[in-house]
């Protein structure tokens, strides 16, 4: 027998230069393998954080909303309470609509300015409307040609034709028509 065969003999190892190729290669290999899964995982939490931060702000949003929808339907109850009552009905119509009851005489102050400093309580609620605010805006070309079109259109009296006034010309100006629709030749 010889000595390697003996069951507890111990095998001599050849000591070599490099580790054995094909453990270089596994090697390489399972570290690939790894990196890839770690690369898929740290993914995968990435999203499940930005999806968890995204239903996060949106709970907040939809609690926001909650407390101003309760707050709106408090002020809702608080007004039909306020309308259920009688007296608040009678001094509405009073101060809104300017009813009297029988008998009474109604006033109504032309200039409330004058008398007591301030501005009237209907003026408060009402602003008036101006020319300007009465037409619908006009898309911005429209605008422009409504602008051209008026700054071509003379103005001024001198423009429109004098009647009676002038160096006896019969109110025409040179160059221009007079309200007949004449013009005076060059």
Sequence with gaps: MTRASLPGAKRATVPSNGANPKRRKQGAVSL???LIIVFIGAVQLVSTFHTYALSLSELNGLKNQQAALVEQKSQLEN???RWNDQAYV???ARDRLGFVFPGEQAIRVLNPESVTGGRAP?????????????????????????????????????????????????????????????????
């Design 122 to 186: 209907s003026a408060r609620r009402t602003k008036p409307v101006e020319r300007t605010q009465a037409r619908a805006p006009l898309p911005w070309y429209r605008e422009l040609a409504y602008s051209l079109g008026k700054a071509d259109t003379p103005t001024t009296p001198q423009a429109k034709g004098r009647s009676g006034m002038g160096s006896g010309d019969g109110g025409h100006v040179q160059g221009r028509t007079d309200s007949n629709g004449q013009g005076s030749g060059l």
């Design 90 to 92: 009678t001094a509405q």
């Design 79 to 81: 007004d039909i309470a």
């Design 32 to 34: 690939c393998v790894c």
